[in-house]
C-alpha cells in the first residue's frame, strides 16, 4: 500500500557501516574484535555486493523522493548498551562461521574460529564494538 499523501514514515536503521571498536582501557586489546569486524563487513560487502553507507544519507533519499523530512536524527549508542550489543554481534558471527564452515573443519573456518576465540577474550575484558542508529521521520506532501 503507498503512502498517503500527508501520511507520515518513520525509519529506524542501525548504521553498520558506521561500526567501530573500542576499549574503555587501553591495556585492553581490541585488536582481534577489530579484525573480525573487518572481516565480517567484508564478507557481507563481498557475498551482498553492497555496502551500508546508503543508512547515513536516509534523511537526503527521503528529500529526494519528495517527502518532507520533519526529523533526522543519529544515535549514538549509550554505553549501558554497548556490551550487549557486541555479545549479539559475536553471535551473529557464529551464524556466518557456521556458513563459511561448509564442508565442516575447512581451513577458513578454523581460522576464523580463531579468531571469533580471540574476540570473545577481549570482549569478556571489555572490549565492545559500537555503531549508532539513524532515525528519520518523514512525512509525505499533502498536494495542493
Known sequence: MPLEPGGYLQWDEADLGGLYVTSPDPDVSCVALEE?????????????????????????????????????????????????WTLNHLMSSVESINIIDQPR???????????????????????TMRMGMVSVLAQKTIQA
Open 36 to 84: 573480525l569486524k573487518c572481516k565480517t563487513q567484508n564478507l557481507f560487502d563481498a557475498t551482498r555486493g553492497t555496502t551500508f553507507s546508503w543508512v547515513r544519507s536516509l534523511g537526503t533519499t527521503f528529500r529526494q523522493r519528495g517527502l518532507s523530512v520533519l526529523d533526522d536524527r543519529f544515535l549514538p549508542i549509550n554505553d549501558d548498551i554497548a556490551h550487549p
Open 105 to 127: 573443519g575447512n581451513a577458513d573456518a578454523r581460522e576464523w574460529w580463531a579468531l571469533y576465540d580471540r574476540a570473545a577474550a577481549e570482549v569478556k575484558q571489555g572490549a
